[in-house]
Nanobody, 126 residues
Framework: QVQLVESGGGSVQAGGSLRLSCAAS????????MAWFRQVPGKEREGVAV???????RYRDSVADRFTISKDNAKRTLYLQMNGLNTGDTAMYYC????????????????????WGHGTQVTVSS
């Protein structure tokens, strides 16, 4: 079993930055596929960024030039550095682990991952 706890969300002005963290416990963190999703009320949860098991990274097009996904294996923590935030980034952000089906980031679904954190809210004001 894997447990995930997100932190680092908050309220920022457009153009600002935030760094989200996802603390993981349980076996296999360093080799599991992990991802960040986000969700706004009334819409489906959407993929934001993925770190594959070989360490390669993938992003949805709208964040690829602004966000960076990384991890610290010693700390068992996944990160999402978000720069140049805009109001379209406002959402609840979730950490996910152990992919069971591969899709392009923009087409990922909740059911593609086995484990989820509780979410951390990001609010960007103009």
């Amino acid at each position: 079993q894997v447990q995930l706890v997100e932190s680092g969300g908050g309220s920022v002005q457009a153009g600002g930055s935030l760094r989200l963290s996802c603390a993981a416990s349980g076996a296999g963190y360093s080799n599991d596929y992990m991802a960040w999703f986000r969700q706004v009320p009334g819409k489906e949860r959407e993929g934001v960024a993925v770190m594959d098991s070989d360490g390669s990274t993938r992003y949805r097009d709208s964040v690829a030039d602004r966000f960076t996904i990384s991890k610290d294996n010693a700390k068992r923590t996944l990160y999402l550095q978000m720069n140049g935030l805009n109001t379209g980034d406002t959402a609840m952000y979730y950490c996910a682990a152990e992919a069971v089906y591969w899709r392009p980031v923009a087409r990922m679904r909740e059911g593609d991952f086995r484990y989820w954190g509780h979410g951390t809210q990001v609010t960007v004001s103009s």
